[in-house]
């Protein structure tokens, strides 16, 4: 099996990694940024239901040209 | 470019007030530009400090706040392309979430604030550097078909199919508490066999990884179940050999895997 982050991948397994995770900095030397957890909050909220939203037929050209510039980036590596 | 001013080259870095937003650290040998730009069409730049190096673009940490959840949506792929750049020419990297900002303050730059964390942290970084070199963070989820395990438990389970007899033979409220009472023991059930497989599992993937992080199980699509969600940090050469025993596991029909990245070392730094 090869591991995959085409098709299959989904803007959730980015947001699992970027939202919550990775270095931390100082407390005190990054800027708290207000809307970032709120931005979490909305981005995941938007992503839960994006299965439901493309077996419907919405955001069907938003999910293509996610999926495209994800794919553009497997390609560069 | 929204008002945000790119740089002309590297150097000028220390004369950026507004705030610079953080991608990544990693060693190996800098390169002054990446070829991806960065959020809002900014040119992202490497500051090299002592034998290290951060990814970088000028942002005030206001210009990040004010966008809407689409532009937002489309950041964090962005942010994950630079990500991957560097991670094509870099030796190792540490990658820093989304949304890391520094701006001045007390007088100091950003980017001397960012020097000064570096320096101070160094030897940690290195360490944090070494611990992940040479390998990748992979994503493992397995469902489980919950309906087919469902079924093969009530033919199988002798307590099951007491109940079962019972709300055939009972009155209408008599067999409602049956029921109740059978699909809590069946959940049960489901439960304990998925603990059973996970660490079968578990145990299996531990042989080629060489950490692993056990993340929440999310709610998967009806008749599915997930009961593992897994990342791990795995060296190059385990990859493969990873793949086929996640292969082994699909070939059961009771399963499915997904199996994701390779991801920057985003949970193990």
């Known amino acids: ?77 | 470019m929204n008002g945000i001013n790119a740089l002309k080259n590297p150097e000028d870095a220390y004369c950026v007030e507004e705030g610079i937003y953080v991608y990544c650290i990693a060693d190996g040998e800098a390169f002054p530009f990446l070829k991806n730009k960065g959020l809002g069409g900014c040119d992202v730049w490497t500051y090299k400090c002592m034998d290290l190096f951060a990814v970088l673009q000028n942002c005030p940490a206001e210009y990040l706040t004010k966008k809407d959840e689409e532009t937002l949506k489309a950041w964090v792929l962005i942010h994950q392309k630079v990500i991957d750049e560097v991670s094509g020419k870099s030796g190792a990297l540490l990658p820093f979430g989304f949304g890391k900002v520094l701006n001045k303050r007390e007088g100091i730059t950003p980017v001397e604030s960012l020097k000064n964390w570096i320096e101070q942290n160094h030897q940690s970084l290195k360490e944090k550097l070494e611990r992940v070199r040479g390998k990748d963070e992979y994503g493992i989820q397995v469902f489980l078909d919950a309906s087919g395990i469902q079924a093969e438990l009530a033919e199988n389970s002798i307590e099951i199919a007491r109940i079962k007899n019972a709300i055939a033979s009972s009155s209408e409220g008599m067999a409602f508490l049956y029921q109740e009472k059978l699909s809590r023991l069946v959940s049960a059930e489901l439960e304990r066999k998925a603990c059973e497989f996970f660490s079968i599992f578990y145990s299996n993937i531990k042989e080629f990884a060489d950490e692993i992080k056990m993340e929440s199980t999310k709610n998967s699509a009806p008749g599915k179940k997930m009961i593992m969600n897994l990342s791990c940090l795995v060296s190059k050469e385990q990859v493969q050999l990873l793949g086929y025993l996640l292969e082994d596991i699909e070939k059961d029909e009771r399963f499915n895997v997904r199996f994701t990245g390779p991801w920057a070392p985003y949970s193990f730094v």
């Open chain 1, 1 to 77: 099996m090869e591991p995959t982050r085409e098709v299959k991948t989904t803007l959730t397994d980015v947001l699992d990694r970027l939202l919550d995770k990775g270095l931390v900095l100082n407390a005190d030397l990054v800027i708290t940024v207000a809307g970032i957890p709120l931005v979490a909050i909305s981005l995941r909220a938007a992503v839960a239901g994006m299965e439901t939203m493309l077996k419907y037929g919405v955001m069907e050209d938003w999910d293509k040209s996610i999926r495209g510039l994800n794919k553009e980036a497997i390609c560069q590596r």
